[in-house]
């Protein structure tokens, strides 16, 4: 089943620090968000495999976009 990781806030995405097809598990990070002048980090909720990364690197995002989806 897809899951797919979304912005809690709007911001700008300061790393991807994962790649499609990549193996994660529970509580990786996957992302770094900057928001409000603070970097947060989103992490993987379950073990899966990165199916597609939506954004990249210094692009602006509101908030509850899709990021990136697991499966």
């Known amino acids: ?3 797919e990781i979304r912005a809690p806030l709007a911001g700008r995405i300061a790393a991807v620090l994962v790649s ?3 193996a994660v598990e529970q509580g990786e990070e996957l992302l770094l968000l900057e928001a409000l002048k603070m970097e947060s ?3 993987a909720p379950a073990d899966g495999t990165v199916r597609d990364i939506r954004v990249r690197p210094g692009q602006s995002v509101e ?3 899709v990021l990136l989806v697991l499966e």
């Open 20 to 22: 499609e097809g990549e």
């Open 63 to 65: 908030a509850d976009a």
């Open 1 to 3: 089943m897809a899951e």
């Open 41 to 43: 980090s989103l992490n």
